[in-house]
T-cell receptor
Framework: SQKIEQNSEALNIQEGKTATLTCNYT??????LQWYRQDPGRGPVFLLL?????KEKRKERLKVTFDTTLKQSLFHITASQPADSATYLC????????????FGTGTRLKVLA | DTAVSQTPKYLVTQMGNDKSIKCEQN?????MYWYKQDSKKFLKIMFS???????INETVPNRFSPKSPDKAHLNLHINSLELGDSAVYFC?????????????FGPGTRLTVT
């Protein structure tokens, strides 16, 4: 069955450093991959989408890569700030038909001041 | 203005009861979804509607019945509630069903079944 794996442990990094979050998927060939941010008690908020024919996508301090051979996406936050502390969810999807997205369980990021 | 709204925000009820959660979006989107997020934070799709038509129906007990009276609304009715139904339920919408459309999520409804 399709499986999405993200670092289950929380990631603590120092302010100003680059945070790198990993998303691995198996038994799946998504055409798209989305990243969302979720704060406690709130719904996920869309951050970035990358297509299978794109290797890298950037938005301000965010960068996402998509390696369809490794079946992996990396999510980077450069110059991290305490306000970046949240849970980040990856969601590969859009193979065909219903374009269903499957969400990973997320990685909790804490940026220390 | 809230893009995707849900009511109620909290719902505490006893086993065996029937309850409904309402969702409305004012983004003019064609597609709406219901997700369930359990205690382990796993976010799983339950249903999706496009222009009031059911297009995704995951393996969900038939005690759960979605209803879309129009494109802007998607309600979720749950019969004979069980302890395992306790979770946070999120409504979401997207412009269309295409894979490259981002989803906008509501604030969630925390359902507790005692």
């Amino acid at each position: 069955s399709q499986k999405i794996e993200q670092n289950s442990e929380a990631l603590n990094i120092q302010e100003g450093k680059t945070a790198t979050l990993t998303c691995n998927y198996t038994n799946y060939s998504p055409a798209y991959l989305q990243w969302y941010r979720q704060d406690p008690g709130r719904g996920p908020v869309f951050l970035l989408l990358i297509r299978e024919n794109e290797k890298e996508k950037r938005k301000e301090r965010l960068k996402v890569t998509f390696d369809t051979t490794l079946k992996q996406s990396l999510f980077h936050i450069t110059a991290s700030q305490p306000a970046d502390s949240a849970t980040y969810l990856c969601a590969p999807g859009g193979t065909s038909g219903t374009y269903k997205y499957i969400f990973g369980t997320g990685t909790r990021l804490k940026v220390l001041a | 203005d809230t893009a995707v709204s849900q009511t109620p925000k909290y719902l505490v009820t006893q086993m065996g009861n029937d309850k409904s959660i309402k969702c409305e979006q004012n983004l003019g989107h064609d597609t709406m979804y219901w997700y369930k997020q359990d205690s382990k934070k796993f976010l799983k799709i339950m249903f999706s509607y496009n222009n009031k038509e059911l297009i995704i129906n995951e393996t969900v007990p038939n005690r759960f019945s979605p209803k879309s009276p129009d494109k802007a609304h998607l309600n979720l009715h749950i019969n004979s509630l069980e302890l395992g139904d306790s979770a946070v339920y999120f409504c979401a919408s997207s412009q269309n069903t295409g894979g490259d459309y981002e989803q906008y999520f509501g604030p969630g409804t925390r359902l507790t079944v005692t």
